[in-house]
C-alpha cells in the first residue's frame, strides 16, 4: 500500500455536507460524481496532500444509507492507494483478511476498487484503490 488515498465519510445531505466541509476546510469540494452500482453521490474535497470523500446514499438499499441507518453519519472508511489491485487481493487473502469483492469494481474519482470486511480490520472497512489507466 502507497499511501491513504481518501477517507470516506457518510452523510445523510450531500448539499448541507459540502457547506459545512468547504466552511471547515476553507475551499470548495472540486467535484461531485454519482457511482450507480454502490448507489451513492460523492463529492471530494482536496486537503493538502489528503482527500475526503463525502458519501450520500441514493437510495434506502445502498451502502451508505444501511450504514448511517445503523450507526448514523461519519467516518465510513479509509482508502489506501495500491499499484497492482489483483496482487493486493491476493496477498492479503493469503494473510486471512476477509474480501468483500475479490473482483474489482469501478469506483469514484476514476479508481477501481476492492473493500475488506470490518469484521477483519478491527472494525473499519477498508477500500484498496488502485487508478484506472
Not at 448539499?15 to 471530494?44: I, M, Q, R
Request: net charge negative.
Amino acid at each position: 500500500m502507497n499511501k491513504i488515498e481518501h477517507i470516506g465519510i457518510a452523510v445523510t445531505d450531500l448539499e448541507k455536507s459540502n457547506e459545512l466541509f468547504a466552511s471547515l476546510f476553507g475551499k470548495p469540494h472540486y467535484k461531485t460524481e454519482d457511482v450507480e452500482s454502490e448507489g451513492v453521490k460523492t463529492s471530494f474535497f482536496q486537503v493538502g496532500s489528503n482527500k475526503i470523500e463525502l458519501l450520500e446514499g441514493t437510495n434506502e438499499n445502498s451502502p451508505i444509507s444501511k450504514f448511517i441507518e445503523k450507526k448514523g453519519e461519519g467516518v465510513h472508511h479509509i482508502a489506501f492507494a495500491v499499484d497492482d489491485i489483483l496482487s493486493e487481493v491476493a496477498r492479503l487473502k493469503k494473510e486471512g483478511f476477509i474480501i468483500l469483492n475479490e473482483i474489482p469494481k469501478k469506483g469514484a474519482d476514476n479508481k477501481l476498487v476492492v473493500f475488506l470486511h470490518p469484521k477483519s480490520t478491527n472494525g473499519v472497512l477498508i477500500e484498496l484503490c488502485q487508478e484506472i489507466i
